[in-house]
């Protein structure tokens, strides 16, 4: 008896489910696509809804944030980029010695460490301990307003270094593996034995190292702008992803969306300028 129960049970789930799709669907007026299309045209008019907690537009509470995390993003960028291509350069043109290993320890360190919990350290470290740097807020008092001075500029440091690390260990290790291609091919050999100075030979490897190195970093620029929540969080930087994680603990459907739908977007947006950028820097690209 207590099989068959257990079998009539699992018949009757797959109807039931049907079933609550079926009402689910009756309750709208409107075709889905039809109710697709309408949401497609009021979003490209610039209404992404009002906010469920707030009760503000949407686009306005994501245009500040958006901002914010642009302005977050792009110097956690700079900075890893900076660094990686140095330590990539290093450990590429000293293959197997100490230095070579020293950059990829640290390139490895760098994405191996989770950025949320070295947020933390940096905290504890510069600024309960050392009291250097503000630790939460992109304003004196937690404040949400930006201006470009100092008092303000100081509370970009420690969330832009700690986003800096991840970006600039990929960029190290991307950047280490050409520079070492590049200085084994025939081409670097032949012009080094023609007598070609080292400072020739650097011309030559970042000429060919820089389309890669450069699409990487576009990359990594948007992963940042949509990866940013844990990081936003931890110094309650008032950005998309402080926002994102705010509409999800709110459970505010139409900031979530909105939020989601526009890194979405200069995600793919950036991937386009990534890809003609290098075809532009490297006509192998396009020729392939």
């Not at 081409?187 to 190292?209: C, E, T």
Request: positive net charge.
């Amino acid at each position: 008896m207590l099989t068959y129960i257990a079998k009539r049970l699992l018949h009757t789930l797959p109807v039931a489910f049907g079933v609550s799709i079926v009402c689910f669907l009756l309750v709208h007026d409107r075709p889905l696509p039809v109710q697709y299309g309408l949401w497609v045209l009021t979003t490209l008019q610039g209404d992404l809804g009002v906010s469920i907690a707030t009760g503000r537009p949407v686009a306005s509470e994501l245009w500040r944030a958006l901002g914010n995390t642009l302005m977050l993003a792009v110097l956690a960028t700079f900075i890893g980029f900076v660094l990686g291509c140095l330590f990539g350069f290093v450990a590429g043109y000293f293959r197997g010695s100490w230095l070579d290993k020293l950059a990829s320890f640290v390139s490895i360190i760098g994405v191996s460490v989770p950025h949320y919990w070295l947020g933390m350290v940096l905290v504890i470290i510069f600024s309960v301990q050392l009291n250097w740097l503000p630790a939460t807020g992109a304003g004196p008092g937690g404040s949400a307003d930006w201006a470009w001075d100092w008092v303000h500029v100081r509370h970009l440091i420690l969330p832009a270094v700690t986003m800096s690390v991840i970006p600039m260990g990929i960029v190290a290790r991307t950047v280490r593996a050409l520079v070492a291609d590049i200085l084994s091919q025939e081409f670097i050999v032949g012009q080094r034995a023609k007598g070609l100075l080292d400072l020739g030979v650097f011309r030559h490897v970042v000429k060919n190292a820089a389309p890669t190195a450069l699409a990487v970093m576009g990359l990594q620029l948007g992963y940042l702008l949509g990866g940013s929540i844990l990081i936003e969080t931890v110094f309650s930087w008032p950005g998309t992803g402080f926002l994102l994680g705010q509409a999800i603990f709110q459970r505010d459907l139409p900031l979530l969306q909105g939020t989601i739908l526009v890194l979405a977007m200069f995600f793919v947006a950036l991937n386009l300028i990534v890809d003609v950028v290098q075809t532009m820097l490297d006509p192998r690209v396009q020729r392939s």
